[in-house]
């Protein structure tokens, strides 16, 4: 199923570009009991739980991947990876002081993988700094392939988002990804692999043929 997801900032407040959230996109339960907060920051520990991801700016990123918050959302990006799905993929949507985006292979925020749509799976970790989350639309069940990675912490986004993993290392990495919506020179994943290893997708090129957006893809994004 195509996905439309894509977050604004607006008056400081963080809300879904697309119609407004009713009540039942919000959850009030309280902390689930027993999920376990600490995340590992040795690559080395678990790896078949970390995606590296080599970026055009030169950099990697180490992502612990925490099924125990979010175990069906972990195996699809293990999945994907798997199958070189984000080899290539840019961050389309990067907002200063926010989060940026990536997981579309159009490029424009609107696609998503062959696979179907996930079930929410909100937890009770917070949005800090580097917390790796599903992007979706209005719909709580719309997340897909695509995710993004919080600058600096959002905690109006808890509860609503499902966290999936959060960066171990790399984090400079990800300040230097390029800003816009979508940026003139967008950041790209060249390469997405799992620590342990057996991803034999080839590196992507450095410069392949640009995503053609259309006015009509960007309609349904509001401005900051």
Known sequence: MILRSFLALIGGLVILATPAVGKSNETTDAPLPG?????DPDPANAPENVLLLDLSNGGMVAIRLMPQWA??????????TSQ??????????????FMAQTGDPMGTGAGGSPLPDLKAEFNSM?????????????????????????????FSLDRKYTVLGRVISGMEVVDRIERGEPPANPTRILRARMAAGGVAAPLAPAQPAEVAISVSDLNNSPSD
């Open 35 to 39: 999920l376990p907060t600490f995340v």
């Open 71 to 80: 175990p069906a959302h972990v195996e699809r990006i293990k999945t994907l």
């Open 84 to 97: 070189g799905f984000y080899n290539g993929v840019i961050f389309h949507r990067v907002i200063e002081g």
């Open 126 to 154: 917070p949005h800090l700094r580097g917390t790796v989350s599903a992007a979706r639309t209005s719909d709580p069940d719309s997340a897909n392939s695509q995710f993004f990675i919080v600058f600096y912490p959002r």
